[in-house]
């Protein structure tokens, strides 16, 4: 199975943009590569979810290596509701489950 | 639209005592994911419905747990004879189709505990 690997935590200073990286060296060329969050308490939000060129949407972008070997998440402008747990998923071909890593817990410091 | 509707959001049970899990998709969704997140863990996959189907159930535990998605009405997880081990927050999600292409909305959850 396709895996994706995160680091455990980050640390970024509000209103600075945040970048979080993500590898998936074993994707096939049909996974797309979805990001979640999950802030304290709550359940799992979408953010953003793409193929191979890069996306933005009001949340975030969403960067793609030429080889779609990794990613990468950037929070342009990061605050403190932003401090949550990232999830890097890989939407596999041949399940229809979103599968949960451990995620990066990223951290704000006012 | 209403989001993914749980309840309740907190629920407390005996050991010994049965729980239900109710879940409510957005309207037009098709498709129910529930989710299991034991205290500071992350979250693990149980089963995956459509209506009137179960669809995939390679996370549910064997006995004591059961799951439902009737042609109307909510989703239903269902907890036989709860231990404390099952204490834990219990995530449900829809789609309109599988999380493949489309996102996923998560409710807030239900937090068992088993006392």
């Known amino acids: 199975d396709a895996k994706t690997t995160q680091p455990n935590s980050m640390e970024s200073n509000e209103e600075e943009p945040v970048h979080l990286p993500c590898n998936h060296s074993?994707?096939?060329?049909?996974?797309?590569i979805h990001w979640y969050r999950q802030l304290p308490s709550q359940g799992p939000e979408y953010v953003i979810h793409?193929?191979?060129s890069n996306v933005n949407n009001r949340m975030a972008s969403l960067a793609i290596a030429e080889d779609r070997k990794s990613s990468t998440l950037i929070l342009h402008r990061a605050t403190l509701r932003d401090a949550a747990v990232y999830y890097c998923?890989?939407?596999?071909?041949?399940?229809?489950?979103?599968?949960f890593g451990k995620g990066t817990r990223l951290h704000i410091l006012p | 639209n209403a989001g993914v509707m749980q309840n309740p959001r907190h629920l407390v049970r005996r050991r010994g005592q049965e729980a239900r899990l109710r879940c409510s998709p957005m309207k037009g969704h098709s498709h129910v994911y529930w989710y299991r997140q034991l205290p500071e863990e992350g979250l693990k996959f149980m089963v995956y419905l459509q209506k009137e189907n179960i669809i995939d159930e390679s996370g549910m535990p064997k006995e004591r747990f059961s799951a439902e998605f009737p042609k109307e009405g909510p989703s239903i997880l269902r907890i036989q004879q709860v231990v404390r081990g099952d204490s834990a927050a219990y995530f449900c999600a829809s789609s309109h189709g599988t999380g493949l292409i489309t996102e996923a909305f998560f409710g807030q959850g239900t937090r068992l505990t088993v006392v």
């Open positions: 998923i890989l939407a596999m071909n041949r399940d229809d489950k979103i599968i």
């Open positions: 793409g193929l191979t």
């Open positions: 074993t994707i096939s060329g049909t996974d797309y």
